[in-house]
Protein backbone atom coordinates (compact mmCIF):
# COMPACT_ATOMS: atom_id res chain seq x y z
CA UNK A 1 0.00 0.00 0.00
CA UNK A 2 2.84 2.44 1.10
CA UNK A 3 4.49 1.85 -2.01
CA UNK A 4 1.73 2.34 -4.44
CA UNK A 5 0.68 5.56 -2.58
CA UNK A 6 4.02 6.94 -3.12
CA UNK A 7 4.23 6.00 -6.89
CA UNK A 8 0.67 7.78 -6.88
CA UNK A 9 1.98 10.79 -5.05
CA UNK A 10 5.49 10.70 -7.60
CA UNK A 11 2.85 10.78 -10.39
CA UNK A 12 1.10 13.48 -9.27
CA UNK A 13 3.87 15.64 -8.68
CA UNK A 14 5.69 14.69 -12.07
CA UNK A 15 2.07 15.38 -13.92
CA UNK A 16 1.67 19.28 -12.41
CA UNK A 17 5.19 19.57 -13.12
CA UNK A 18 4.62 18.59 -17.05
CA UNK A 19 1.02 20.83 -16.68
CA UNK A 20 3.32 23.81 -15.27
CA UNK A 21 5.51 23.79 -17.93
CA UNK A 22 2.50 24.63 -20.75
CA UNK A 23 2.37 22.64 -23.73
CA UNK A 24 4.53 19.81 -24.44
CA UNK A 25 7.97 20.76 -25.08
CA UNK A 26 9.61 19.89 -28.59
CA UNK A 27 13.17 19.40 -26.14
CA UNK A 28 13.91 16.79 -23.95
CA UNK A 29 16.35 17.05 -20.29
CA UNK A 30 17.26 14.08 -18.05
CA UNK A 31 19.53 13.85 -15.65
CA UNK A 32 22.50 11.28 -15.39
CA UNK A 33 25.24 10.65 -13.39
CA UNK A 34 28.95 9.85 -14.19
CA UNK A 35 27.89 9.42 -17.83
CA UNK A 36 26.86 6.13 -17.00
CA UNK A 37 22.89 5.13 -19.20
CA UNK A 38 20.14 6.39 -16.53
CA UNK A 39 19.03 2.31 -16.78
CA UNK A 40 22.31 0.82 -15.31
CA UNK A 41 22.45 4.18 -12.77
CA UNK A 42 19.01 4.18 -11.22
CA UNK A 43 20.44 2.36 -7.79
CA UNK A 44 23.91 3.80 -8.07
CA UNK A 45 25.01 4.81 -4.74
CA UNK A 46 27.44 7.48 -4.76
CA UNK A 47 30.58 9.54 -2.85
CA UNK A 48 29.86 12.93 -1.39
CA UNK A 49 32.15 14.21 -4.14
CA UNK A 50 33.91 13.32 -6.85
CA UNK A 51 30.88 11.89 -9.31
CA UNK A 52 29.34 13.95 -11.85
CA UNK A 53 26.16 14.67 -12.74
CA UNK A 54 24.71 15.94 -16.40
CA UNK A 55 21.33 17.28 -17.56
CA UNK A 56 21.61 15.18 -21.01
CA UNK A 57 19.59 17.15 -23.81
CA UNK A 58 17.24 15.26 -26.73
CA UNK A 59 18.02 16.62 -29.79
CA UNK A 60 21.44 18.46 -28.80
CA UNK A 61 21.71 21.63 -28.35
CA UNK A 62 23.68 24.19 -30.51
CA UNK A 63 26.31 25.12 -28.09
CA UNK A 64 26.01 29.03 -28.88
CA UNK A 65 22.89 29.23 -28.41
CA UNK A 66 22.06 27.32 -25.32
CA UNK A 67 19.06 27.19 -23.20
CA UNK A 68 18.96 29.04 -19.83
CA UNK A 69 20.05 26.03 -17.18
CA UNK A 70 19.28 25.86 -13.73
CA UNK A 71 20.23 22.67 -11.37
CA UNK A 72 18.96 22.33 -7.94
CA UNK A 73 20.33 20.08 -5.64
CA UNK A 74 18.61 19.29 -2.26
CA UNK A 75 19.60 17.57 0.83
CA UNK A 76 16.36 16.30 1.82
CA UNK A 77 17.19 15.33 5.36
CA UNK A 78 18.67 18.92 6.14
CA UNK A 79 16.60 20.99 3.71
CA UNK A 80 20.06 22.02 2.18
CA UNK A 81 19.74 23.61 -0.98
CA UNK A 82 22.42 24.58 -4.08
CA UNK A 83 22.15 25.75 -7.20
CA UNK A 84 24.47 25.61 -9.51
CA UNK A 85 24.21 27.56 -12.90
CA UNK A 86 27.81 29.03 -14.07
CA UNK A 87 29.87 26.15 -13.12
CA UNK A 88 28.69 24.02 -15.83
CA UNK A 89 30.23 22.40 -18.90
CA UNK A 90 28.09 22.44 -21.73
CA UNK A 91 28.30 20.14 -24.74
CA UNK A 92 25.81 19.24 -27.34
CA UNK A 93 24.85 16.73 -26.06
CA UNK A 94 24.78 16.90 -22.19
CA UNK A 95 25.93 19.81 -19.42
CA UNK A 96 27.88 18.74 -17.17
CA UNK A 97 29.41 19.26 -13.34
CA UNK A 98 31.80 17.52 -11.01
CA UNK A 99 30.54 18.10 -7.41
CA UNK A 100 33.18 19.36 -5.55
CA UNK A 101 34.48 18.59 -2.01
CA UNK A 102 33.44 22.12 -0.72
CA UNK A 103 30.02 22.02 -2.34
CA UNK A 104 29.85 20.08 1.05
CA UNK A 105 26.94 17.25 0.18
CA UNK A 106 26.33 14.94 3.37
CA UNK A 107 25.20 11.32 3.19
CA UNK A 108 21.37 10.51 2.51
CA UNK A 109 19.24 11.37 -0.27
CA UNK A 110 19.70 13.77 -2.92
CA UNK A 111 16.80 15.64 -5.09
CA UNK A 112 18.21 16.79 -8.07
CA UNK A 113 16.24 19.16 -10.14
CA UNK A 114 17.36 20.28 -13.62
CA UNK A 115 15.13 22.73 -15.76
CA UNK A 116 16.02 24.10 -18.98
CA UNK A 117 14.34 27.19 -20.71
CA UNK A 118 14.83 27.21 -24.65
CA UNK A 119 15.03 30.07 -27.02
CA UNK A 120 11.02 30.94 -27.68
CA UNK A 121 10.25 30.19 -24.03
CA UNK A 122 10.09 26.37 -24.26
CA UNK A 123 11.04 24.65 -21.00
CA UNK A 124 11.99 21.07 -20.08
CA UNK A 125 12.65 19.76 -16.82
CA UNK A 126 13.77 16.33 -14.92
CA UNK A 127 14.34 15.46 -11.44
CA UNK A 128 15.57 12.35 -9.76
CA UNK A 129 16.92 11.19 -6.38
CA UNK A 130 20.56 10.39 -5.77
CA UNK A 131 21.54 8.32 -3.01
CA UNK A 132 24.91 9.23 -1.35
CA UNK A 133 27.29 7.42 0.68
CA UNK A 134 30.45 6.94 2.57
CA UNK A 135 33.46 5.03 1.74
CA UNK A 136 34.05 2.76 4.72
CA UNK A 137 37.73 2.41 4.83
CA UNK A 138 38.50 4.66 2.17
CA UNK A 139 37.94 4.64 -1.59
CA UNK A 140 38.29 1.52 -3.49
CA UNK A 141 41.44 2.94 -6.19
CA UNK A 142 42.76 5.97 -3.85
CA UNK A 143 45.58 7.49 -4.89
CA UNK A 144 48.85 5.09 -4.60
CA UNK A 145 47.73 2.20 -5.88
CA UNK A 146 50.91 0.86 -8.36
CA UNK A 147 50.71 -2.22 -11.11
CA UNK A 148 53.49 -3.85 -11.70
CA UNK A 149 53.64 -6.15 -15.05
CA UNK A 150 56.33 -8.33 -14.73
CA UNK A 151 58.00 -10.10 -17.98
CA UNK A 152 60.75 -11.23 -16.35
CA UNK A 153 58.73 -13.90 -14.09
CA UNK A 154 61.22 -17.35 -14.26
CA UNK A 155 58.97 -20.25 -13.17
CA UNK A 156 60.94 -22.94 -15.18
CA UNK A 157 63.86 -22.02 -13.63
CA UNK A 158 65.94 -22.22 -16.16
CA UNK A 159 67.53 -18.70 -15.51
CA UNK A 160 65.45 -16.59 -18.46
CA UNK A 161 62.19 -15.15 -18.37
CA UNK A 162 59.82 -17.40 -19.69
CA UNK A 163 58.52 -14.76 -21.58
CA UNK A 164 61.81 -14.60 -23.97
CA UNK A 165 60.95 -18.43 -24.59
CA UNK A 166 57.31 -17.47 -25.45
CA UNK A 167 58.53 -15.38 -28.46
CA UNK A 168 60.68 -18.02 -29.47
CA UNK A 169 57.92 -20.56 -29.36
CA UNK A 170 56.04 -18.01 -31.73
CA UNK A 171 59.22 -17.72 -33.84
CA UNK A 172 59.31 -14.04 -33.12
CA UNK A 173 62.74 -14.62 -32.19
CA UNK A 174 65.71 -16.85 -32.92
CA UNK A 175 66.76 -18.92 -29.62
CA UNK A 176 70.52 -18.09 -32.09
CA UNK A 177 70.57 -14.25 -30.47
CA UNK A 178 69.46 -14.10 -26.69
CA UNK A 179 70.18 -10.26 -27.82
CA UNK A 180 67.23 -10.21 -29.94
CA UNK A 181 65.35 -12.07 -28.07
CA UNK A 182 65.99 -9.43 -25.31
CA UNK A 183 65.06 -6.81 -27.19
CA UNK A 184 61.89 -8.06 -29.09
CA UNK A 185 60.77 -8.72 -25.44
CA UNK A 186 61.60 -5.47 -24.68
CA UNK A 187 59.50 -3.71 -27.59
CA UNK A 188 56.81 -5.99 -27.17
CA UNK A 189 56.50 -5.09 -23.48
CA UNK A 190 56.29 -1.68 -24.12
CA UNK A 191 53.89 -1.67 -26.45
CA UNK A 192 51.52 -3.11 -24.06
CA UNK A 193 52.10 -1.12 -21.72
CA UNK A 194 51.32 1.89 -23.65
CA UNK A 195 47.87 0.00 -24.44
CA UNK A 196 47.19 -0.97 -20.33
CA UNK A 197 47.69 2.98 -20.10
CA UNK A 198 45.43 4.08 -22.67
CA UNK A 199 42.35 1.79 -21.40
CA UNK A 200 43.02 3.62 -18.02
CA UNK A 201 43.65 7.21 -19.59
CA UNK A 202 39.98 6.49 -21.38
CA UNK A 203 39.35 8.73 -24.64
CA UNK A 204 35.94 10.06 -25.33
CA UNK A 205 35.66 11.11 -21.68
CA UNK A 206 34.11 8.06 -20.07
CA UNK A 207 31.98 9.57 -17.07
CA UNK A 208 31.46 13.01 -18.99
CA UNK A 209 33.70 15.11 -16.90
CA UNK A 210 34.10 18.00 -19.80
CA UNK A 211 37.73 17.13 -18.98
CA UNK A 212 40.42 16.93 -22.18
CA UNK A 213 42.14 13.68 -20.10
CA UNK A 214 40.32 12.44 -16.89
CA UNK A 215 43.09 9.23 -16.05
CA UNK A 216 42.71 6.37 -13.13
CA UNK A 217 44.77 7.36 -10.47
CA UNK A 218 46.70 4.18 -10.49
CA UNK A 219 50.79 3.61 -11.82
CA UNK A 220 51.39 1.02 -14.54
CA UNK A 221 54.54 0.02 -14.64
CA UNK A 222 57.30 -2.65 -15.79
CA UNK A 223 59.68 -2.71 -13.00
CA UNK A 224 59.07 -3.33 -9.08
CA UNK A 225 58.23 -0.10 -6.97
CA UNK A 226 61.18 1.58 -5.97
CA UNK A 227 60.21 2.82 -2.40
CA UNK A 228 59.70 0.99 0.47
CA UNK A 229 56.94 3.38 1.05
CA UNK A 230 54.69 2.32 -2.50
CA UNK A 231 55.61 -1.45 -1.17
CA UNK A 232 51.88 -1.68 0.45
CA UNK A 233 50.39 -0.49 -2.57
CA UNK A 234 52.06 -2.81 -5.37
CA UNK A 235 50.18 -4.90 -6.94
CA UNK A 236 52.78 -7.43 -9.70
CA UNK A 237 50.98 -9.36 -12.45
CA UNK A 238 52.79 -11.77 -14.13
CA UNK A 239 53.59 -12.09 -18.20
CA UNK A 240 55.01 -15.24 -19.25
CA UNK A 241 55.13 -18.97 -19.50
CA UNK A 242 51.89 -21.19 -18.94
CA UNK A 243 49.29 -22.12 -16.16
CA UNK A 244 49.46 -26.04 -16.11
CA UNK A 245 46.67 -26.39 -14.21
CA UNK A 246 44.31 -24.29 -16.72
CA UNK A 247 45.51 -25.27 -20.17
CA UNK A 248 44.21 -22.86 -23.22
CA UNK A 249 44.26 -20.26 -20.43
CA UNK A 250 45.48 -16.57 -21.74
CA UNK A 251 45.51 -15.06 -18.32
CA UNK A 252 43.89 -15.14 -14.74
CA UNK A 253 44.10 -13.32 -11.84
CA UNK A 254 42.22 -13.23 -8.20
CA UNK A 255 39.33 -11.23 -8.58
CA UNK A 256 39.76 -8.67 -5.89
CA UNK A 257 36.14 -7.72 -4.57
CA UNK A 258 36.52 -3.37 -3.96
CA UNK A 259 40.33 -3.90 -3.94
CA UNK A 260 40.49 -4.70 -0.87
CA UNK A 261 43.93 -6.01 -0.96
CA UNK A 262 46.31 -3.22 -2.59
CA UNK A 263 49.19 -4.70 -2.55
CA UNK A 264 49.25 -8.06 -3.71
CA UNK A 265 51.69 -10.97 -5.67
CA UNK A 266 49.70 -12.49 -8.25
CA UNK A 267 52.67 -14.74 -10.04
CA UNK A 268 53.37 -16.74 -7.03
CA UNK A 269 51.80 -18.95 -4.15
CA UNK A 270 49.36 -21.82 -4.62
CA UNK A 271 47.35 -20.57 -7.07
CA UNK A 272 49.68 -19.40 -10.09
CA UNK A 273 47.99 -16.16 -11.72
CA UNK A 274 48.96 -13.68 -14.78
CA UNK A 275 49.57 -13.14 -18.52
CA UNK A 276 50.03 -16.82 -20.40
CA UNK A 277 51.30 -15.34 -24.23
CA UNK A 278 52.09 -19.21 -24.89
CA UNK A 279 48.65 -19.89 -25.03
CA UNK A 280 47.60 -16.82 -27.73
CA UNK A 281 47.85 -20.46 -29.87
CA UNK A 282 44.10 -20.75 -29.04
CA UNK A 283 43.72 -18.12 -31.56
CA UNK A 284 45.29 -19.51 -34.67
CA UNK A 285 42.15 -19.76 -36.59
CA UNK A 286 41.84 -16.27 -36.33
CA UNK A 287 42.98 -14.58 -39.53
CA UNK A 288 44.81 -12.22 -38.13
CA UNK A 289 46.50 -14.08 -35.90
CA UNK A 290 47.48 -16.30 -38.89
CA UNK A 291 48.90 -13.32 -40.96
CA UNK A 292 50.53 -11.69 -38.74
CA UNK A 293 52.51 -14.64 -36.67
CA UNK A 294 52.79 -17.66 -40.26
CA UNK A 295 55.68 -15.91 -41.27
CA UNK A 296 57.87 -16.75 -38.30
CA UNK A 297 56.08 -20.05 -37.90
CA UNK A 298 58.01 -23.04 -38.31
CA UNK A 299 54.86 -24.70 -38.31
CA UNK A 300 53.28 -22.97 -40.98
CA UNK A 301 56.28 -22.69 -43.27
CA UNK A 302 57.59 -19.53 -41.91
CA UNK A 303 61.22 -18.62 -40.69
CA UNK A 304 61.84 -17.79 -37.44
CA UNK A 305 63.20 -14.03 -36.87
CA UNK A 306 66.95 -13.59 -37.12
CA UNK A 307 67.31 -17.14 -39.43
CA UNK A 308 65.51 -15.07 -42.17
CA UNK A 309 67.77 -13.75 -45.34
CA UNK A 310 67.99 -10.05 -44.59
CA UNK A 311 66.38 -9.92 -40.76
CA UNK A 312 69.59 -8.53 -39.83
CA UNK A 313 68.98 -5.65 -42.67
CA UNK A 314 67.35 -2.29 -41.15
CA UNK A 315 64.79 -2.12 -43.72
CA UNK A 316 62.98 -4.44 -45.73
CA UNK A 317 59.52 -6.88 -45.77
CA UNK A 318 60.92 -9.12 -43.09
CA UNK A 319 61.38 -5.64 -40.64
CA UNK A 320 57.96 -4.71 -41.34
CA UNK A 321 56.40 -8.28 -40.66
CA UNK A 322 58.29 -8.55 -37.06
CA UNK A 323 57.53 -4.65 -36.58
CA UNK A 324 53.80 -5.71 -37.04
CA UNK A 325 53.80 -8.46 -34.76
CA UNK A 326 55.41 -6.74 -32.29
CA UNK A 327 52.64 -4.08 -32.33
CA UNK A 328 50.20 -6.53 -32.81
CA UNK A 329 51.68 -8.89 -29.82
CA UNK A 330 51.81 -5.84 -27.38
CA UNK A 331 48.37 -4.51 -27.99
CA UNK A 332 46.59 -8.05 -27.71
CA UNK A 333 48.67 -8.58 -24.76
CA UNK A 334 47.90 -5.26 -23.43
CA UNK A 335 44.13 -5.07 -23.84
CA UNK A 336 44.80 -8.64 -21.62
CA UNK A 337 46.62 -7.00 -19.38
CA UNK A 338 44.15 -4.10 -18.95
CA UNK A 339 41.54 -6.29 -18.02
CA UNK A 340 43.17 -8.43 -15.68
CA UNK A 341 44.97 -5.25 -13.99
CA UNK A 342 40.67 -4.57 -13.52
CA UNK A 343 39.93 -7.72 -11.59
CA UNK A 344 43.00 -7.05 -9.19
CA UNK A 345 41.44 -3.79 -9.01
CA UNK A 346 37.76 -4.66 -7.95
CA UNK A 347 35.88 -5.09 -11.50
CA UNK A 348 33.63 -6.37 -12.11
CA UNK A 349 31.63 -6.18 -8.86
CA UNK A 350 29.07 -8.97 -8.59
CA UNK A 351 25.23 -8.08 -8.63
CA UNK A 352 23.43 -4.74 -9.04
CA UNK A 353 23.80 -0.99 -7.76
CA UNK A 354 24.64 -0.74 -4.61
CA UNK A 355 26.33 -4.06 -4.24
CA UNK A 356 27.77 -4.13 -7.27
CA UNK A 357 28.17 -3.31 -10.65
CA UNK A 358 26.53 -5.31 -12.94
CA UNK A 359 28.75 -8.28 -12.74
CA UNK A 360 27.81 -11.62 -13.51
CA UNK A 361 27.78 -13.84 -10.42
CA UNK A 362 28.29 -17.03 -11.33
CA UNK A 363 30.23 -19.15 -14.27
CA UNK A 364 32.39 -17.77 -16.58
CA UNK A 365 29.95 -14.52 -16.46
CA UNK A 366 31.75 -14.41 -12.93
CA UNK A 367 32.83 -10.78 -12.11
CA UNK A 368 32.06 -9.88 -16.07
CA UNK A 369 30.36 -7.02 -17.43
CA UNK A 370 26.44 -7.85 -17.82
CA UNK A 371 23.47 -5.97 -18.57
CA UNK A 372 21.16 -5.34 -16.42
CA UNK A 373 18.80 -7.97 -17.89
CA UNK A 374 22.12 -10.41 -17.39
CA UNK A 375 22.60 -10.30 -20.89
CA UNK A 376 26.10 -10.04 -22.31
CA UNK A 377 25.57 -6.25 -23.74
CA UNK A 378 26.04 -5.83 -27.70
CA UNK A 379 28.96 -4.19 -28.16
CA UNK A 380 31.84 -5.55 -26.56
CA UNK A 381 33.97 -3.67 -23.48
CA UNK A 382 36.83 -4.07 -21.77
CA UNK A 383 35.30 -6.33 -18.83
CA UNK A 384 33.38 -8.72 -20.90
CA UNK A 385 34.03 -12.64 -19.96
CA UNK A 386 37.54 -13.28 -21.92
CA UNK A 387 36.66 -16.10 -24.10
CA UNK A 388 34.13 -13.67 -25.75
CA UNK A 389 36.97 -11.91 -27.75
CA UNK A 390 38.10 -12.34 -30.81
CA UNK A 391 41.56 -12.08 -31.83
CA UNK A 392 41.11 -8.77 -33.63
CA UNK A 393 39.23 -7.46 -30.87
CA UNK A 394 42.11 -7.70 -28.39
CA UNK A 395 43.63 -6.74 -31.22
CA UNK A 396 42.02 -3.17 -31.47
CA UNK A 397 40.52 -3.82 -34.92
CA UNK A 398 37.89 -1.66 -35.85
CA UNK A 399 38.70 0.48 -32.29
CA UNK A 400 40.00 -0.46 -29.15
CA UNK A 401 37.78 -2.28 -26.52
CA UNK A 402 37.05 0.27 -23.58
CA UNK A 403 35.67 -0.14 -19.77
CA UNK A 404 32.19 0.87 -19.57
CA UNK A 405 31.40 4.08 -18.10
CA UNK A 406 30.09 2.32 -14.95
CA UNK A 407 33.32 0.13 -14.91
CA UNK A 408 35.51 3.48 -15.23
CA UNK A 409 33.34 5.64 -12.46
CA UNK A 410 34.03 2.72 -10.36
CA UNK A 411 37.88 3.04 -11.34
CA UNK A 412 37.71 6.89 -10.34
CA UNK A 413 36.06 6.31 -7.40
CA UNK A 414 32.87 8.02 -8.20
CA UNK A 415 30.43 5.05 -6.92
CA UNK A 416 30.03 3.24 -4.01
CA UNK A 417 29.71 -0.02 -3.38
CA UNK A 418 27.39 -0.90 -0.43
CA UNK A 419 29.46 -1.79 3.08
CA UNK A 420 27.64 -4.40 4.55
CA UNK A 421 27.16 -6.57 1.31
CA UNK A 422 30.94 -5.67 0.03
CA UNK A 423 31.71 -7.63 3.66
CA UNK A 424 29.22 -11.15 2.81
CA UNK A 425 30.59 -10.65 -0.38
CA UNK A 426 34.32 -10.75 1.16
CA UNK A 427 33.85 -14.24 2.99
CA UNK A 428 33.05 -15.82 -0.87
CA UNK A 429 36.48 -17.75 -1.45
CA UNK A 430 38.30 -15.61 -3.67
CA UNK A 431 38.39 -17.35 -7.17
CA UNK A 432 40.58 -16.58 -9.86
CA UNK A 433 39.21 -15.21 -13.54
CA UNK A 434 39.82 -15.20 -16.99
CA1 LIG B 1 62.49 -19.32 -17.67
CA1 LIG C 1 43.83 -5.41 -5.45
Redesign the pocket.
Known amino acids: MAIGAGALIGLAVLFFALRDAGPISAHRVEIAVDGVPVRMSRDLLLPAHGFTLQVVFDPPIDPAHPPELVVELREERTGLTIEIQDRLVLREEFATFTVPESLGISEGLLAVGARATFTGGDVAQDWRRIRIRPFFGGPPIGARQIIHFDFTIDRDGDGRPDFEHDLEGMGLASPESPELVRSIAASVAARALARVKRAYDAPGDPNRTGLERDPVAVRFQLAPAPLESDRPYS ?1 RICVGGRDPMAPGSVGHVRF ?1 LG ?4 A ?1 DECVGESQAGLFPAELGIYRESALHREVFAPFDAAAGGVPFGEGAGDSAPGGTRREQIERAVAVLGDVLGTLMAHEAGH ?3 LVAPGKPGAGLFGGETGEAFAHAITPDGEEAALPSLMDRGRRFSFEELAGVGGELHFRPLDYAYLRDRVVLQADKRAKNSATPVVAVD
Open positions: TDNARRSTLG
